[in-house]
């Protein structure tokens, strides 16, 4: 089979799925396309402008804004207006409101379309919350990536250690709950597992182990997959 795949990895934050998904890409060779950064842009524009957090409001900005995600060697960047956010996009302000933003129908309705145009011809690896139920359902390849909550917990404390030094784990444990259910719960495109995903539980899983679990999956998947093109 000589077409490029679509892979989709789902899952909340501090399962992994962001650090995987872009080792993933790399061992494929395929772009790796983080769409949270999207829905954080997005956010920090509305942050920084005073914009009300309605769905109106939102849509009107997106009209108004340019959110450009850029392949460099050095990974994805985020950039804003032409201004790079890679970083300031990870910061709490912005963290603490991106769940609402993200729960718009109007904002996921030209979320989705965009993301949709990005990965179309394939030789992706898209990670998000609702990538194989929403905006790839009929992607080659579903992961859904899970983890216990003080694991995941641990590793979000570890990832703000130079924004946020003094946070503890308590207190992200409260926030990533939080988070969870909001994003579940949410009307529209919630967080949830496709039917025919893997799942992945990376508790006690290194990076290494879940990018390889995920490229055997793959390759069984391609078996299949040119098996049903041979025979068609």
Do not use: W
């Not at 890679?86 to 933003?101: G, K, L, Q």
């Not at 570890?158 to 784990?169: D, G, R, V």
Request: some cysteine; proline content about 3%; glycine content about 6%.
């Amino acid at each position: 089979m000589s077409r490029k795949l679509i892979i989709a990895i789902d899952g909340p934050a501090g399962s992994g799925k962001t650090t995987t998904a872009r080792l993933l890409a790399e061992r494929l060779g395929y772009t790796y396309i983080d769409t949270g950064a999207m829905y954080r842009a997005l956010t920090l524009a509305a942050l920084e402008q005073g914009i009300p957090l309605t769905d109106d409001a939102l849509a009107d900005l997106l009209d108004r804004i340019s959110i450009e995600l850029r392949h460099t060697p050095s990974g994805q960047r985020t950039f804003l207006n032409g201004r790079d956010v890679s970083e300031r996009i990870r910061e709490p302000d912005v963290t603490a409101h991106v769940s609402m933003v993200s729960s718009f129908p109007s904002v996921r309705r030209v979320m989705v379309r965009v993301q949709q145009q990005l990965g179309r011809h394939g030789g992706v690896v898209m990670d998000g919350r609702d990538i194989g139920t929403a905006v790839f359902p009929d992607a080659d390849i579903k992961v859904f990536m899970t983890a216990d909550l003080d694991t995941r917990a641990r590793r979000r404390q570890a990832e703000l250690h130079q924004s946020n030094p003094t946070i503890t784990a308590e207190e992200i444990k409260r926030q990533l709950d939080q988070r969870d259910r909001f994003d579940s719960t949410r009307e529209h495109n919630p967080l949830r597992k496709a039917s025919d995903a893997l799942v992945i539980d990376t508790t006690n899983l290194t990076v290494e182990e879940q990018v390889e679990c995920i490229l055997d999956y793959v390759r069984q998947r391609t078996a299949v997959l040119n098996s049903s093109s041979l025979e068609q």
